[in-house]
């Protein structure tokens, strides 16, 4: 059975000008891509007025949520006990937002709850990946 799951997340994007704005993004999980968490956000936050979608390792949220954790894109660590940092870099710029740290742990807790670490199907993940890469050549 396929499993989907959304929660509103509340973030203070921190401008240059060391601002905290307040963004309403959405966590999205699929059972279907196991090892991955969706962080959505609304257009009125993005640069182009189109909103934005950052895919990254549920894993990697996990980490991020106990110490500094990430390379390349994404980058998460904890700011003290009720906020968690997230770093998004683009070839646009970089982006910093704070989040509420019981949010997000609530969420993965979730996403564990779906789909327990060790019981993905990856084989499954594979197939489609490679459907999606060769067009069902």
Do not use: N
Request: charged residues 25%; proline residues 7%; aromatic residues 6%.
């Amino acid at each position: 059975m396929d499993i989907a799951l959304e929660q509103p997340a509340r973030a203070r994007l921190i401008t240059g000008e060391e601002r905290e704005l307040p963004v309403a993004a959405k966590l999205r999980y699929a059972s279907t891509d196991p090892l991955a968490v969706h962080l959505e956000f609304p257009g009125e936050v993005s640069l182009d007025g189109q909103g934005a979608t950052w895919i990254f390792a549920r894993s990697l949220l996990e980490a991020g949520l106990r110490g500094p954790a990430g390379d390349g894109d994404v980058h998460l660590w904890p700011c003290g006990p009720e906020r968690t940092v997230v770093e998004l870099h683009s070839p646009h710029g970089m982006a910093l937002l704070q989040f509420d740290t019981p949010a997000l742990q609530r969420f993965l807790l979730r996403t564990y709850a779906a789909v327990p670490a060790g019981e993905e199907d990856l084989e499954a993940v594979v197939e489609r990946g490679l459907s999606a890469l060769f067009g069902g050549v």
